[in-house]
């Protein structure tokens, strides 16, 4: 069939939308993915498919609407620039535009530019990435606020950004629509002639598709085995993991009490695919490769009424190399947990379940107060997990429950033949610092910071930036202190990096924030800045009455290598007002850190919140590498 045996204006039709719309298109595959190539190829090809299935897209009210996915999937597996873009001569404000967009995860990403770009409704945003409307509406909100955070502007203007990184696309050559059509014509001849071979194969094999002989429900949208070596499975051969190796119900009532429901089991195929807390919303899977994997839920009463739910989620791996980075890669979702609002409480392991777990406790205030207990673990080829979401305080979370079942899931997983230890012992929690979270380890994360203010929005962190001299809001209120910047006793600081948390979008004073810096200065250099901060800050009443400032101390360690100092400052100033903030200093080893928070009316800080604050902020300063030289 070629371009003739259509009616004789859809080719007019056709010809019209491939001119009005693709370079509204090119300009979201760009900011898609920055590069500037593949987004060019993929809205070429999405126009071939469309002449392709013209009959059914141009009855569409909006045929853009069918365009434009494929383009995006296009632009999205063929995008391979790192970074992100590699167009020579972008300006600045370009540079920029792409580097928060690339920033943002990739939900995130495409909400933005949806909504920006494409002009959708939130419903059909919704749609297109495969969220629910009220979580979609959070990745948009997220991805708003840290775009405008990243680029330095108002919220307001960031369509602004996204009309000029359209001067970069504008010149753009395309091939003639003709060309188009025939290749879209070709396609569709082609398409006729494998369609009845791809019937027959079906067939034939139509009765080895739903299950092999050992149980495993094959999964169509990961990759076939490759050849390995180094105890690695066979190319063609799957990793075993039957339903049966899943936790029964009888076993979470006896070890959680009370009465559970067992609900469906599924591969997890369907939906959005986000089943843990934490868990990203463009990651369906903790291996996108593996050979199968399962998902169990249960519920201490009927879906809507019930006040916990237990998910527990196993996924088999083809070689040991991927179940161990899948292993790393969950863990990593609980210990830098990105979504907004949720914060780790504790960290803690235990020795004896498997090949290696872990055990989180995370809180959450919005929409309602949420804790969720998960414990991670991994045995041989397959990892497992097992979470607990409630409604009780953190410190009332059955935390010694869900380490039980983590064994139990352990010990049934062991059995089969790729996997590896078991679970020998009772779950005995050791506590644990928290693992490495966010692009600089050694500086706080919004995973770690304690709720302040309205739950409803939640702390947005600045990138790390390297401390150019400047100092702290202190300085302007009243108290002199040394700078993590520069030179100190003769020594340059190095590493000294800083961050910035906010509350973006809020009607909370400019002031208000929480700030770390963090640099390395020779061991012995590092313990005298300690004792010349506390010294600068306790006298600080005394040295200038005039300033108005009264200090407290809120709390302190010293046990050598590993210290802090915790105070609460306030200063009168002019007009009979006052500005309350928290500061605190740390030491480990050869790494030191200050902590500044200025609060505001309606976002204070408690005292046991602040220290709290330090005590995390103290537990991820080793990461930071030893002074060099």
């Keep these: 069939m070629d371009d003739t045996a259509l009616p004789p204006d859809h080719p007019a039709e056709f010809d019209a939308f491939y001119k009005a719309a693709r370079d509204r298109l090119l300009l979201q595959s760009y900011a898609l993915t920055g590069d500037l190539g593949a987004a060019r190829s993929a809205v070429r090809d999405a126009y071939v498919v469309a002449w392709h299935h013209w009959r059914k897209v141009s009855r569409l009210d909006d045929p853009e609407s069918s365009v434009r996915p494929q383009a995006w999937r296009n632009a999205l597996r063929r995008a391979t620039v790192r970074p992100w873009h590699k ?326 997983l062991c059995t089969l033949p790729d996997a590896g230890k078991c679970a020998d012992q009772p779950a005995t929690l050791a506590e644990l610092p928290p693992y490495p979270a966010g692009q600089v380890p050694a500086l706080l994360s919004p995973v770690d910071l304690p709720f302040v203010g309205d739950p409803a929005q939640p702390w947005m962190g600045t990138p790390p930036h390297e401390i150019t001299g400047a100092r702290t809001d202190m300085d302007v209120l009243g108290c002199v202190h040394p700078a993590l910047a520069g030179e100190y006793a003769g020594a340059r600081f190095k590493l000294d990096l800083a961050r910035t948390f906010l509350k973006v979008d809020s009607d909370l004073p400019d002031e208000f924030g929480l700030t770390q810096a963090v640099a390395s200065l020779p061991e012995k250099d590092a313990a005298k800045l300690l004792a010349d901060y506390r010294h600068a800050i306790t006298t600080c009443p005394d040295r200038d009455a005039s300033a108005g400032t009264d200090v407290r101390v809120l709390g302190k360690t010293d046990d050598g290598r590993s210290s802090y100092t915790a105070w609460h400052l306030s200063t009168r100033l002019p007009g009979e007002r006052t500005v309350e903030y928290s500061v605190a200093f740390l030491r480990s080893g050869s790494s030191v850190s200050q902590l500044v928070f200025v609060s505001a009316p309606g976002a204070r800080m408690t005292d046991d919140q602040f220290v709290a604050l330090t005590e995390r902020a103290l537990q991820r300063l080793p990461q930071l590498p030893p002074y060099p030289g």
């Design 87 to 412: 167009e020579k001569g972008l300006d600045p404000d370009n540079r920029a535009t792409l580097e928060a967009l690339a920033a943002l995860t990739g939900p995130q990403r495409r909400a933005l530019l949806l909504t920006q770009l494409a002009a959708v409704s939130m419903e059909e945003m919704a749609r297109e990435i495969g969220l629910p409307a009220d979580l979609a509406e959070r990745e948009l909100q997220t991805a708003a606020t840290q775009f405008a955070a990243q680029r330095d502007i108002p919220a307001s203007a960031i369509p602004l950004s996204f009309a000029a990184l359209a001067s970069v696309t504008r010149d753009v050559h395309w091939p003639r629509v003709t060309i188009i059509r025939r290749a879209g014509a070709a396609r569709r001849r082609m398409h006729t002639v494998v369609g009845a071979g791809v019937v027959v194969a079906a067939l034939v094999a139509s009765g080895a598709v739903v299950t092999d002989a050992r149980g495993v429900r094959p999964t169509l949208d990961r990759e076939q085995p490759r050849s390995h070596s180094g105890g690695a499975t066979l190319p063609g051969v799957e990793v075993a993991l039957p339903d049966t190796s899943l936790l029964p119900a009888g076993l979470v009532q006896d070890t959680l009490s009370t009465d559970w429901r067992q609900g469906p089991t599924t591969d997890n195929s369907t939906g959005n695919g986000v089943v843990l807390p934490c868990q990203p919303t463009d990651s369906r899977y903790v291996d996108p490769h593996g050979s199968a994997a399962w998902v169990r839920v249960f519920r201490n009463g009927p879906v809507g009424e019930a006040s916990r739910r237990l998910t527990e989620v196993a996924e088999a791996s083809r070689t040991h190399g991927r179940a161990e980075k899948s292993y790393q890669r969950l863990r990593d979702w609980m210990a830098d947990c990105r979504t907004p609002g949720v914060r780790l409480e504790s960290t803690a392991a235990s020795a004896h379940v498997g090949d290696a777990s872990a055990v989180f406790v995370l809180y959450d205030e919005h929409p309602a107060p949420t804790t969720y207990v998960v414990g991670v673990a991994r045995t041989g080829f397959f990892t497992t997990s097992v979470a607990l979401q409630t409604d009780v305080d953190p410190g009332l979370a059955d935390r010694s429950g869900v380490a039980k079942l983590l064994g139990a899931a352990v010990d049934r």
